[in-house]
């Protein structure tokens, strides 16, 4: 443990050097920040020694734990043979078997349409949407004769409203979260926005029982009208993670999945939160039985340890970037770090993990689990709307319960309730007025109870306090 004087330290140079990511930095100067020494499975400590629940995983990314032997293992081994050796014209051990791995995980999806058989490595879910943007924009530059040739003015994309892909200005450009991305508008490429699956505050002023998925029609519509100059929809399958774990209605991926078949648009699957198992199955499209075109992972690819994404894709598409060196049809992108090897190891070890714990199978107990929880969440005066798929959920506050007026943004709602929660020992954070549950995947059955219990508690507390 660190001393008094060492903790402060640490403090004062956290508070006048890091500058923290989504953070209003204003107001982090104002608490005590929270500094995080260690962890423990599914608990995280700090430096005074204080155990708190990770009911976010991390920001979505741990699924079996901290300090989980097996990853731990595996990285110590490849760290006695190289931390890092580029992907650019050579190869690697753990990226040539990361990639098999992955192949033969996602063969599956191929009951629906091409398998997923090539892989592009890089650092983080951004870069992986990334990689699919631009990846699609030059299938369609340089489209090979016997696929029909070339189809220049497809140089658009479709994204829906609320939607979250990264942070970098292409995914940016699809996103659809106005508190996050406004300010950026001036340097953003335009996209075809279709209307959010929002149904708790449906953007058509519908409701799920009468409307027959009227918004994936909408996205249909676009694809009718501006097929010629589109090349890809961009999509979170079954659920936006930052727009407020908005789950969409069933049948909604599908629907846009036909679209956009029936209109030689390409499809990508940005499961980064979603994918390995989250929804109960090990990919979010399985539920719906599509095969996208690309399929973006990142976040639990190493099991919540190192950074490293992939963007996978069909033959079809790959082979499109073949030809001799003088026709240019290289795809001319990569990073310093894709495929970094400690990455790949971390990831081979976490899928091993799967199989060894039979993780998908022990899943769906916990589910329930949270399902019962969902159920007394619904029944708190302030509580609007909650959301689960899996083992995450949403549980929307709102100022008023009839008229489902939200609280104020300035408020800081679903702040103030993970603040009480801290206090308790479970550490969350929330979007919005959304509080997330978002636990590692092998959360205990007593682990899980607690986490919704002190949740619970603090939205009571917070919310009928006057
Ligand atoms: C987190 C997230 C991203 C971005 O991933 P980073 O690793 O944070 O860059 C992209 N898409 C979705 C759906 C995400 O939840």
Same mark, same amino acid.
């Given at each position: 443990?660190?001393?008094?004087?060492?903790?402060?330290?640490?403090?004062?140079?956290?508070?006048?050097?890091?500058?923290?990511?989504?953070?209003?930095?204003?107001?982090?100067?104002?608490?005590?920040?929270?500094?995080?020494?260690?962890?423990?499975?599914?608990?995280?400590?700090?430096?005074?020694?204080?155990?708190?629940?990770?009911?976010?995983?991390?920001?979505?990314?741990?699924?079996?734990?901290?300090?989980?032997?097996?990853?731990?293992?595996?990285?110590?081994?490849?760290?006695?043979?190289?931390?890092?050796?580029?992907?650019?014209?050579?190869?690697?051990?753990?990226?040539?078997?990361?990639?098999?791995?992955?192949?033969?995980?996602? $063969?599956?999806?191929?009951?629906?349409?091409?398998?997923?058989?090539?892989?592009?490595?890089?650092?983080?879910?951004?870069?992986?949407?990334?990689?699919?943007?631009?990846?699609?924009?030059?299938?369609?530059?340089?489209?090979?004769?016997?696929?029909?040739?070339?189809?220049?003015?497809?140089?658009?994309?479709?994204?829906?409203?609320?939607?979250?892909?990264?942070?970098?200005?292409?995914?940016?450009?699809?996103?659809?979260?106005?508190?996050?991305?406004?300010?950026?508008?001036?340097?953003?490429?335009?996209?075809?926005?279709?209307?959010?699956?929002?149904?708790? =505050?449906?953007?058509?002023?519908?409701?799920?029982?009468?409307?027959?998925?009227?918004?994936?029609?909408?996205?249909?519509?676009?694809?009718?009208?501006?097929?010629?100059?589109? $090349?890809?929809?961009?999509?979170?399958?079954?659920?936006?993670?930052? &727009?407020?774990?908005?789950? &969409?209605?069933?049948?909604?991926?599908?629907?846009?999945?036909?679209?956009?078949?029936?209109?030689?648009?390409?499809?990508?699957?940005?499961?980064?939160?979603?994918?390995?198992?989250?929804?109960?199955?090990?990919?979010?499209?399985?539920?719906?039985?599509?095969?996208?075109?690309?399929?973006?992972?990142?976040?639990?690819?190493?099991?919540?340890?190192?950074?490293?994404?992939?963007?996978?894709?069909?033959?079809?598409?790959?082979?499109?970037?073949?030809?001799?060196?003088?026709?240019?049809?290289?795809?001319?992108?990569?990073?310093?770090?894709?495929?970094?090897?400690?990455?790949?190891?971390?990831?081979? $070890?976490?899928?091993?993990?799967?199989?060894? #714990?039979?993780?998908?199978?022990?899943?769906?107990?916990?589910?329930?689990?949270?399902?019962?929880?969902?159920?007394?969440? =619904?029944?708190?005066?302030?509580?609007?709307?909650?959301?689960?798929?899996?083992?995450?959920?949403?549980?929307?506050?709102?100022?008023?319960?009839?008229?489902? #007026?939200?609280?104020?943004?300035?408020?800081?709602?679903?702040?103030?309730?993970?603040?009480? $929660?801290?206090?308790?020992?479970?550490?969350?954070?929330?979007?919005?007025?959304?509080?997330?549950?978002?636990?590692?995947?092998?959360?205990?059955?007593?682990?899980?109870?607690?986490?919704?219990?002190?949740?619970?508690?603090?939205?009571?507390?917070?919310?009928?306090?006057?």
């Amino acid at each position: 443990m660190l001393s008094w004087e060492q903790k402060r330290q640490l403090q004062l140079w956290d508070l006048a050097h890091v500058w923290h990511p989504f953070t209003q930095m204003a107001q982090y100067a104002q608490t005590e920040p929270l500094i995080i020494a260690r962890a423990e499975g599914c608990w995280l400590e700090d430096v005074d020694g204080r155990r708190y629940l990770d009911g976010v995983a991390s920001i979505w990314c741990n699924l079996f734990g901290h300090r989980r032997a097996e990853i731990d293992q595996a990285i110590r081994e490849q760290l006695d043979q190289v931390a890092h050796s580029t992907l650019l014209g050579i190869s690697h051990v753990p990226a040539i078997r990361l990639a098999r791995k992955l192949v033969e995980l996602a $063969a599956p999806l191929a009951r629906f349409g091409e398998p997923l058989t090539r892989v592009f490595f890089s650092d983080d879910g951004a870069t992986a949407v990334e990689v699919a943007i631009k990846m699609a924009f030059q299938y369609w530059q340089q489209r090979p004769e016997d696929q029909g040739g070339p189809r220049p003015r497809k140089t658009k994309f479709v994204s829906f409203g609320g939607a979250y892909h990264g942070d970098t200005l292409g995914d940016v450009s699809v996103g659809g979260v106005e508190l996050f991305h406004r300010v950026f508008q001036p340097l953003l490429f335009e996209t075809y926005r279709a209307p959010q699956p929002y149904c708790y =505050r449906c953007p058509l002023g519908l409701r799920r029982e009468s409307c027959v998925l009227d918004c994936a029609l909408a996205c249909e519509r676009i694809l009718d009208q501006h097929q010629e100059e589109i $090349a890809a929809v961009v999509i979170e399958p079954l659920v936006q993670g930052a &727009a407020g774990m908005i789950v &969409a209605p069933e049948g909604f991926l599908r629907h846009v999945r036909e679209a956009t078949r029936r209109y030689d648009v390409l499809l990508i699957a940005d499961e980064v939160a979603v994918g390995l198992g989250r929804t109960g199955k090990m990919f979010a499209c399985e539920h719906e039985e599509v095969a996208p075109d690309f399929l973006c992972l990142a976040k639990g690819l190493t099991g919540g340890y190192l950074p490293l994404a992939v963007t996978m894709t069909t033959e079809r598409i790959y082979r499109a970037f073949l030809g001799t060196v003088a026709q240019r049809r290289t795809f001319f992108h990569g990073h310093t770090y894709s495929g970094n090897p400690l990455g790949a190891a971390a990831a081979l $070890a976490t899928l091993a993990l799967f199989e060894k #714990e039979r993780i998908l199978e022990r899943l769906p107990e916990r589910i329930q689990q949270l399902a019962q929880w969902c159920e007394r969440f =619904r029944q708190l005066s302030h509580v609007g709307d909650v959301r689960q798929k899996g083992l995450l959920a949403g549980i929307e506050l709102v100022r008023d319960k009839l008229t489902r #007026e939200p609280y104020p943004y300035d408020w800081q709602m679903g702040q103030a309730v993970c603040r009480q $929660a801290r206090e308790r020992g479970v550490l969350l954070r929330p979007l919005g007025n959304v509080l997330v549950i978002f636990p590692p995947l092998v959360i205990s059955a007593a682990e899980l109870d607690f986490l919704c219990d002190t949740l619970f508690n603090a939205i009571r507390e917070v919310t009928e306090r006057n």
